[in-house]
């Protein structure tokens, strides 16, 4: 059995027999004003962080949603389109489709403005995304994509690429690890199903969306998840796992690379009242300006004495320099 049959079949157990907590669910759900979540949905939230901002989903966009789980993201993505088929979602496991359209039904029952026509659920998996090149505004994914292996995520995020629109956006959420796992458990089939042993650093997961084409990427939060403990992962020290909640923006990679903001600011303290590099940024002096890490990299070297650089908040929603 390949790692990915052996996924495909535990999921297929935990959506026949939840499993509340299976993946590190430490705080109760999104909530939004007039949502209402059945707790059969609730138990199986398989997922970490979020993958739903609200910034990104004005103007009822057409979400294609990759592992259904429960439904409950789906469930929130609907509440910003609220039109028939706005939210595709997409599993290979046909247990885990079925739990999704039970949990949608009764959430209809329980949310005068849901119609579950608005979620469309679909056959289908990551690797072959069921939708036309360049058809989506968003394409998300909670807790999936780090149990791949490297060329498998490689694989994932090629074929998210493919169908969003120019522009569009890839809301992911998934652990991180804060240093390489080691091989023993990588190899571990259940472990790495159960999101705790594919994650990669946060330099090679931002390296995959580089890699991948996205011109920019925002970090929304970055928050501890697990800690794997010495016993029982036979490791010699602990592996703190985090979680990562990122947008990646299907924009072309300036000719200087790729910009990250995880929350930098510059902010300027020399003899001008205003500061301009001549590349796009302008900073007004003693206000903090919203850099990217690569440009926050470049000011600090270029003016040590005059631009403070902020340390990485791991919070960005917005309104940058690039
Ligand atoms: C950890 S759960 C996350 C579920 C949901 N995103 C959430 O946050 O609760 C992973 C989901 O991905 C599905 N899945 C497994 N392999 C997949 C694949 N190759 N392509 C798409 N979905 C897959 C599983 O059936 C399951 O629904």
Redesign the pocket.
């Known amino acids: 059995m390949t790692y990915?049959e052996a996924?495909?079949q535990f999921?297929s157990e935990v959506?026949e027999t939840p499993q509340v907590g299976?993946?590190c669910v430490q705080s109760s759900p999104l909530q939004l004003p007039g949502l209402n979540i059945s707790p059969q949905m609730q138990e199986?939230?398989?997922?970490c962080g979020t993958t739903v901002h609200a910034a990104e989903l004005v103007n009822q966009p057409t979400v294609l949603y990759?592992?259904?789980?429960?439904g409950?993201?789906a469930l929130q993505f609907a509440y910003f389109s609220r039109k028939p088929s706005a939210v595709i979602a997409?599993?290979?496991?046909p247990a885990?489709r079925e739990a999704a359209a039970r949990n949608l039904i009764i959430a209809a029952e329980e949310n005068s403005w849901f119609d579950p026509s608005f979620v469309e659920i679909r056959e289908?998996?990551?690797?072959a995304l069921p939708v036309p090149d360049a058809s989506v505004d968003v394409v998300a994914?909670?807790?999936?994509f780090n149990?791949f292996e490297p060329a498998d995520l490689k694989k994932a995020l090629q074929e998210a690429y493919r169908v969003l629109k120019p522009g569009g956006r890839l809301l992911m959420s998934d652990p991180i690890a804060t240093r390489e796992i080691p091989q023993h458990l990588r190899q571990d089939d259940r472990l790495r199903a159960m999101?705790l042993s594919g994650a990669l650093t946060y330099q090679e997961y931002t390296q995959h969306l580089v890699d991948t084409g996205f011109g920019q990427i925002e970090v929304r939060a970055r928050r501890p998840y697990r800690l794997l403990d010495c016993q029982t992962y036979n490791l010699s020290e602990p592996l703190l796992l985090e979680s990562l909640d990122s947008v990646s923006f299907k924009v072309p990679i300036p000719e200087d690379g790729a910009c990250i903001f995880t929350g930098k600011t510059a902010i300027y303290s020399g003899s001008q009242e205003i500061f301009d590099d001549s590349a796009g940024h302008i900073l007004q002096k003693g206000v903090p300006a919203a850099v990217c890490d690569k440009t926050a990299a470049k000011l600090g070297s270029r003016l040590p004495e005059e631009v403070l650089i902020t340390d990485s908040t791991w919070h960005y929603t917005g309104g940058g320099c690039c």
């Open positions: 990915l996924a495909a999921y959506a299976l993946c199986m939230n398989y997922g990759v592992g259904v789980g429960g409950l993201e997409v599993d290979p496991v885990m289908g998996d990551a690797f994914q909670n807790c999936l149990i999101c």
